[in-house]
């Protein structure tokens, strides 16, 4: 029973339906995939003895248990650390909005709420905010009334979206939108808040949000001046 952690993998598109044998058989359901592009030359690729630069980006909520378990059938299993095997990383969370939502990324994982994450002293923070398709505009109009500036968004495929009904009694669609806003550390709260009051789970918007501590920012000094 340990921290809580984004756990970020990047592996081959071909490749993607073995390494979710491993989220599944570790009770990791909640996952949120998107396609990505590698940016290897093709000298690299040939060198690799791969065919392609086709990826998968799978996001899901690990406790830090469960990331030693799953690394370790990453390496020896799937031989992740071979050359072109992959990436697989995790990043502390600083926090999650409401115990719903904890509950249904944390799912079956044994954990219990400790402090925020250890990088307590970050300027920044990266707010992620997982919302159904079509509502990005209702999502960024509530967090720009609280002090948002701009946000990204990447169209993403949840699995494991079937808990959603048992942990949070809504029944949400597979399809989503992930929105990453880079907010000052002191604005976090507020526009979190604001995020599920005007586009949480009791509105059509259904959104998800948590953070990530961010240790350094470049591009943001113009904006915030």
């Known amino acids: 029973m340990g921290s809580l952690n984004l756990m970020t993998t990047i592996v081959d598109r071909k490749d993607l339906n073995r390494y979710m044998?491993?989220?599944?058989?570790n009770d990791l359901h909640v996952t949120f995939l998107a396609l990505g592009y590698g940016t290897a030359s093709n000298e690299i690729l040939d060198y690799l003895g791969l065919e392609s630069n086709q990826k998968a980006v799978a996001f899901?909520?690990?406790e830090a248990g469960s990331w030693l378990t799953v690394k370790k059938q990453f390496e020896k299993k799937l031989k992740i650390d071979a050359p072109g095997g992959g990436i697989s990383f995790t990043v502390p969370l600083s926090s999650i909005g409401g115990m719903k939502a904890l509950q249904f990324l944390a799912e079956k994982q044994d954990y219990q709420k400790e402090e925020e994450s250890t990088l307590k002293n970050t300027n920044h923070q990266l707010i992620i905010v997982i919302t159904e398709p079509g509502y990005t505009n209702m999502v960024m109009d509530a967090a720009r009334s609280a002090?948002?500036?701009g946000g990204t968004v990447i169209h993403?495929?949840?699995t494991g979206m079937e808990m959603a009904e048992k942990f949070m009694g809504v029944s949400l669609a597979s399809e989503k939108e992930l929105v990453l806003i880079v907010t000052k550390t002191d604005q976090k709260n507020?526009?979190?808040q604001a995020i599920m009051k005007e586009a949480g789970?009791?509105?059509k918007a259904k959104s998800i949000a948590f953070s990530l501590p961010v240790t350094?920012?470049?591009g943001l000094r113009l904006v915030e001046d």
């Open 190 to 192: 507020a526009i979190m």
């Open 147 to 149: 002090g948002a500036y």
């Open 156 to 158: 993403a495929k949840g």
């Open 201 to 203: 789970l009791s509105t």
């Open 21 to 25: 044998e491993v989220y599944q058989n």
């Open 60 to 62: 899901s909520i690990v």
């Open 216 to 218: 350094d920012t470049a």
